[in-house]
T-cell receptor, first 109, second 110 residues
Framework: GIQVEQSPPDLILQEGANSTLRCNFS?????LQWFHQNPWGQLINLFY???GTKQNGRLSATTVATERYSLLYISSSQTTDSGVYFC???????????FGTGTRLKVLA | NAGVTQTPKFRILKIGQSMTLQCTQD?????MYWYRQDPGMGLKLIYY???????DKGEVPNGYNVSRSTTEDFPLRLELAAPSQTSVYFC?????????FGQGTRLTVV
């Protein structure tokens, strides 16, 4: 099946710093989403981005489907950005969303 | 509009017991999913459904069963609980490929 790897696995930032999180996938995909899991375990949908670029406030995401990767940019990070960021992909020809390994982010005040 | 609702939120089971994790959504979504998340790990797909009466296995289906008799409900059944099934279970539904998750059920098997 499709493999989804995220990097870096862990990231510590000072408040106000910028960061880039990466998601690589091993096969062609129909769809890709980015999620934030907050410290209470709740999963929040950030972006639905099978291709192209989207922005929402301090967050933006880019997916280059032909090269099989997606990037999540966080600018001017805040302590509330802490948690785990997951990408999830729907492999072509399936209806299954497969999650990546996650990036654990901690933003220090 | 409650979204995706899971019950119970917490449960402790003894080895060999059975239970059903409930999941219901009020958004009329056709696609529904069950995932498990072990401590410090990502989410693994257990089962999914593309509509009432249709279910299929995900990455880690062993030890679980599902049914989908209605669009709204997608219960997950554990028949013989084992310590390896200690995990947090998430249900999700999707529309136009955008997924929405429930709050999770924390299950401990002792």
């Amino acid at each position: 099946g499709i493999q989804v790897e995220q990097s870096p696995p862990d990231l510590i930032l000072q408040e106000g710093a910028n960061s880039t999180l990466r998601c690589n996938f091993s096969d062609s995909v129909n769809n890709l989403q980015w999620f934030h899991q907050n410290p209470w375990g709740q999963l929040i949908n950030l972006f639905y981005i099978p291709s192209g670029t989207k922005q929402n406030g301090r967050l933006s995401a880019t997916t280059v489907a032909t090269e099989r990767y997606s990037l999540l940019y966080i600018s001017s990070s805040q302590t509330t950005d802490s948690g785990v960021y997951f990408c999830a992909v729907e492999a072509s020809g399936t209806y299954k969303y497969i999650f990546g390994t996650g990036t654990r982010l901690k933003v220090l005040a | 509009n409650a979204g995706v609702t899971q019950t119970p939120k917490f449960r402790i089971l003894k080895i060999g017991q059975s239970m059903t994790l409930q999941c219901t959504q009020d958004m009329n979504h056709n696609y529904m999913y069950w995932y498990r998340q072990d401590p410090g790990m990502g989410l693994k797909l257990i089962y999914y459904s593309v509509g009432a009466g249709i279910t299929d296995k995900g990455e880690v289906p062993n030890g679980y069963n599902v049914s989908r008799s209605t669009t709204e409900d997608f219960p997950l059944r554990l028949e013989l609980a084992a310590p390896s099934q200690t995990s947090v279970y998430f249900c999700a539904s999707s529309h136009d490929r955008v997924a929405f998750f429930g709050q999770g059920t924390r299950l401990t098997v002792v």
